[in-house]
């Protein structure tokens, strides 16, 4: 048949490499050690990266390239002479949220007190940097020279006393005293009772929250102002109040996060490796003292462990850095390597008893060679396709987890295959699976003891039938006589079916659930000072959201009334946006409004162009009360034109990534469809931009791969119908994977989309496996093929699932979003793979797959 050369080709193959092995087994034994070891000393160059921007949004984001476009037109200003609402980057910044420890109005004079006390402390924090000291007033962002204010703070005069007596009015103040400035109260007052009949007046509010900008524009200042955020953070945590809670956050807190998650999951790498070899070693004892291997067990995990080595030491070499995923990656390459070392003994199994070790080798191998080297090709396409995607994070985490992989399966055809050398020779010579010494077959057993503890092996004058039936474990047993005739009885195919029905329909309905992108909240720990500043900022500062700015990118003749025109109703139809303040709320940023009304107080109702800017850049930016607009409008050269300028529209109820992602593209949308070239950003969207990116990412990635898995599949498996239905079979995990973990409040993002990868993997590992078997069987009739199959690949896949869930269930009780999301899809996987590997599939072998005749 033509689709089985390449299958004769690798089983000759390996035939002969493990009669190689068998001979030569110490230079496979030890090279792999040296091999690791020289690698893993690059573990020294091994570096980090936190930065949540570069890691977790779309490299070609269309905000980025915005951001671009904005900085150079605006490049002049810079974050040392700017308001904050101008700041094209999140930036360096500390915020505290503050609220009444009874949940009381926070607008009391009490409350201020401390309130303004906290602030006095943190406006007098100092870090020394190179021998000098700077406080707040050194590091801020400045507009005209003073350190952007705290409106609520600015609205009491920084007096507590004033609190009783002034009545606020909301979301915009106008100073009493200066009827020209006007604060905007929405960022900074939350919770908002108004008195009765007034719809503006406040009489009380629940929370406060308190920012302060720092400057970042060169490295000198980014380091300064780090380290001023690191000081920020003991000052607010140290504050003691009878009156007030406080939260914190600064701007580096979320990689902070991500770097205290990934140290801990160290500490349970090394529990699961010890959950892990303990439940091999387990697996491995027979009541055959001789038959256990419980050290070649051992040595398969070690195997695995030395492939994490070399891949994270190979990684290092060649400057990839480490990412907090990355984290998860030696529990996936531990439930890989030990899964493979169960089929590469399930195989020695089948072997007869009787014959040499370099026989026994031969036959394992080109047994079991196949079927993980199908596994380690899909793997490694798997996650080499996740390696092409915009997501630097995933790609990263590809990286470090394909290289693995490769390295699992070298390790396994190397160093295992030397370890199954010398079992087999200590088995061969009747010696005790733990001491090594000559034993006694259990039927010459001197006594009880000895029988329970030291008799083993073949007896003397053996009495085995071909093949080797005292090599049959109990649960290959069970599968064979039990589990396997069971489930291809007649009813027992139709309950598996209408199972399967139904289990496709709930996995469908859950992937119409979908909720896409990683919110920041779940980049912090479960009770880290991060999650509760941030929990409170998504309860209370939604309602009054981002202030997106519609930038108009070229030079246009903003004096003419026709150009007035377009822009104001391009910026009308942003403010008419369901997720933005309209014009009657006073709440749009427009010079261009305030401009042509001072215009008509002077008297000039239709100026020429050269009226229209001289007034502009010599008279009206120059007014106090206007000068924050010359932020906003940029001149040509030669000052005669306007070259760029911009507008801000105040967004409302952004409560949910589904409403800041239709957000986001609505304004993008109105922009682009403007008349005048135009764009609209906030360096918000940079993080929003993974929204829209994230699910065309995954899918491109898993069609690839999908089809990818099936090419291989057809290679490598000896029949084009088993190739579909393994390809199929895939296609099935990959969706119940996605729509269970929807129902389990697990969002699609870049966490997850790197769990869908390996995903994919797996999925072909327990399909491969089983169907593998299921050809090589040719007992001439389908029943006996499956229950062959079940036989030959039931224990291992049972083996192995256990051992990968065992591998990764600490994660279950992590305080890290990223690492319960691995465990989550990681028993999602190896559930529904199992599931399909020892049920749905042997079932549709019964009813599809024909067989050949003996």
């Not at 707040?136 to 006393?161: R, T």
């Not at 940079?686 to 699910?695: G, S």
């Not at 069987?777 to 699932?801: C, D, E, H, K, W």
Request: with cysteine.
């Amino acid at each position: 048949m033509a689709f089985d050369c390449i299958d004769k080709i690798v089983r000759l193959c390996f035939f002969n490499y493990g009669g190689f092995i068998a001979r030569h087994p110490i230079p496979f034994l030890l090279v792999p050690l040296l091999v690791a070891g020289a690698l893993g000393a690059g573990m020294l160059f091994l570096t980090e990266e936190q930065s949540v921007e570069n890691l977790f949004t779309p490299e070609n984001g269309q905000a980025k390239t915005d951001r671009n476009a904005v900085e150079t037109l605006f490049a002049e200003h810079g974050d040392n002479d700017t308001l904050v609402s101008r700041l094209t980057r999140l930036g360096r910044a500390g915020s505290v949220i503050i609220r009444h420890k009874d949940g009381q109005n926070i607008l009391t004079q009490a409350a201020m007190d401390d309130i303004l006390d906290l602030h006095e402390q943190i406006m007098s924090t100092s870090i020394k940097h190179e021998n000098k000291n700077y406080t707040f007033s050194d590091l801020c962002v400045k507009w005209n020279g003073v350190c952007n204010e705290n409106p609520i703070l600015a609205a009491y005069d920084y007096n507590s006393s004033k609190v009783p007596s002034t009545t606020l009015t909301f979301p915009l103040y106008t100073s009493p005293a200066d009827n020209t400035v006007t604060y905007f109260l929405g960022g900074g007052l939350a919770g908002v009772s108004f008195v009765s009949g007034s719809q503006d007046d406040v009489l009380s509010a629940e929370v406060i929250k308190l920012s302060y900008f720092l400057r970042y524009e060169d490295s000198v200042e980014d380091q300064q102002s780090a380290l001023w955020e690191e000081k920020f953070l003991e000052v607010a945590e140290a504050f003691t109040s009878s009156v007030i809670t406080v939260t914190r956050e600064v701007s580096s807190t979320l990689e902070s996060e991500l770097d205290k998650a990934s140290s801990s999951v160290v500490k349970d790498f090394s529990i699961t490796f010890t959950i892990v070899i303990t439940f091999s070693i387990c697996s491995c004892v027979m009541l055959d003292w001789v038959r256990s291997k419980p050290w070649l067990a051992a040595c398969g995990v070690l195997s695995a462990g030395l492939a994490v080595l070399s891949s994270f030491g190979l990684m290092s070499y060649i400057g990839v850095p480490y990412i907090n995923v990355v984290g998860s990656a030696p529990f996936l390459i531990l439930g890989i390597g030990v899964d493979d070392m169960f089929i590469m003994l399930a195989a020695w199994r089948q072997t007869d008893v009787r014959w040499p070790v370099e026989l026994r080798m031969r036959h394992a191998f080109s047994e079991a060679a196949m079927s993980i080297t199908i596994t380690s090709v899909t793997d490694s396409l798997a996650f080499g396709i996740g390696a092409i995607t915009f997501f630097r994070s995933v790609r990263i985490f590809c990286m470090y987890t394909g290289v693995a992989v490769i390295f699992a399966y070298a390790y396994q055809i190397t160093f295992f295959g030397a370890c199954m050398v010398l079992t087999g020779r200590r088995e061969a010579a009747n010696r005790h699976c733990m001491s090594c010494l000559k034993v006694r077959p259990k039927n010459e057993s001197k006594s009880t003891a000895y029988t329970i503890f030291c008799a083993g092996g073949s007896p003397h004058q053996p009495r085995v039938r071909e093949g080797g039936d005292t090599n049959d474990h109990a649960l290959m047993l069970f599968f064979k006589n039990y589990y396997g005739p069971f489930i291809t009885r007649w009813w027992v195919v139709i309950l598996t079916i209408l199972l399967f029905l139904g289990y496709l329909g709930t996995a469908i309905y859950g992937c119409t659930q979908v909720r896409e992108g990683l919110t920041l909240r779940n980049l912090a720990r479960d009770d880290s000072y991060a999650a509760h500043f941030l929990d409170d900022e998504s309860q209370f500062f939604t309602t009054y959201g981002l202030q997106v700015s519609l930038v108009f990118t070229e030079p246009i003749d903003v004096w003419n009334p026709v150009v007035q025109d377009l822009m104001e109703e391009t910026l009308a139809e942003m403010e008419e946006n369901e997720y933005a303040y309209g014009k009657d709320q006073n709440l749009t940023v427009s010079w261009l409004r305030d401009y042509l009304e001072f215009l008509q107080t002077i008297g000039l109702s239709n100026p020429t162009q050269t009226q229209f800017v001289d007034i502009l850049r010599e008279n009206f930016l120059k007014i106090p009360a206007y000068q924050k607009y010359s932020l906003d409008v940029v001149f040509s050269d030669n000052g005669t034109t306007v070259a760029a300028t911009r507008f801000f529209v105040t967004t409302k109820d952004l409560d949910s990534t589904d409403k800041e992602r239709f957000m986001m593209t609505d304004m993008r949308e109105i922009a682009e469809n403007s008349e005048l070239p135009a764009i609209a950003y906030h360096p918000a969207f940079i993080f929003f931009d993974q929204y829209i990116a994230i699910l065309p990412n995954t899918l491109q990635n898993m069609f690839i791969a999908v089809g990818a898995m099936f090419i291989v599949a057809l290679l490598m498996i000896p029949n084009p119908i088993c190739s579909l239905i393994v390809t199929l079979s895939v296609a099935s995990i990959v969706t119940g994977v996605v729509g269970f973990m929807t129902l389990w409040q697990v969002n699609l993002d870049s966490i997850a989309m790197t769990n869908l990868i390996l995903c994919i993997g797996f999925s072909v590992d327990f399909s491969a496996h089983i169907t593998y078997a299921y050809i090589a069987a040719n007992t001439g009739r389908r029943r006996s093929n499956v229950i062959y199959a079940l036989f030959s690949l039931g224990m291992p896949i049972v083996q192995g699932s256990l051992s990968t869930i065992l591998g990764v269930v600490v994660l279950a009780f992590t305080d890290s979003y990223i690492f319960r999301t691995f465990f989550k899809t990681m028993f999602l996987v190896i559930s529904l793979g199992a599931l399909h590997g020892l049920l749905f599939l042997p079932v549709m072998f019964l009813l599809t797959i024909p067989v050949k005749s003996r």
